[in-house]
């Protein structure tokens, strides 16, 4: 059976994290690797290292999500993800401890990359309703993101990650 080197998984309500994805996806270096949407159903190969992705919903990651990180063993693991709320470096932090703790203590975790995703328009129409302008404010922000420098920063987060992986192997 192949072993790909890279496997980028990530499940995407919006598009945000699919487009965080193919940019972590084109950042890996090699041939041998691959880009999966976990909602596909797409039989998913075997690797040594996982970049997997998701919607921040909630404070945390789809059930999906979840339920794929708890079922590895023995894997290099790296999260990504997108938050409309992705503005507080605290709130990214407890997302990504919150996610991490599903990976099992036999894997390697090398860290989170969380930038800023846009929200859908069904959320501003109820910031609209409520009348909540902060949350407006928020909403109107990240009508632009993920956008280039939250890519760069996903570039950053593989080039750093790579060099733990590097690290390891010696």
């Known amino acids: ?18 487009r965080l994805a193919t940019r972590i996806f084109s950042a890996l270096p090699g041939n041998s690797k691959d880009i999966i949407d976990l909602a596909s159903g797409e039989r998913l190969p075997e690797a040594k290292v996982y970049f997997v992705g998701f919607g921040v ?17 023995g894997k290099i693991i790296a ?3 997108t938050c409309g709320l992705g503005d507080s470096n ?5 997302v990504a401890a919150t996610t991490a703790a599903w990976i ?25 309703e409520r009348h909540a302008e902060a949350l407006l404010s928020r909403f109107d922000q990240a009508l632009t ?4 420098v939250d890519m760069q920063g996903a570039d ?7 060099k733990k992986i590097e690290g390891l192997r010696r």
């Open 104 to 128: 099992e203590d036999d894997n390697i975790y090398l860290g989170a990359y969380i930038c800023q995703g846009k929200f859908p328009q069904a959320v501003r129409k109820k910031c609209e």
């Open 1 to 18: 059976m192949l072993v790909l080197d890279y496997l980028v998984l990530y499940q995407s309500r919006s598009g945000n994290t699919a």
């Open 57 to 73: 919903y909630q404070g945390t990651c789809h059930i999906g999500v979840s339920d794929f990180l708890s079922q590895l063993s």
């Open 145 to 148: 993101h993920p956008d280039e």
């Open 79 to 81: 999260l990504f993800a």
């Open 156 to 162: 950053e987060f593989v080039a750093h990650s790579l």
């Open 90 to 94: 605290e709130y990214k932090k407890e």
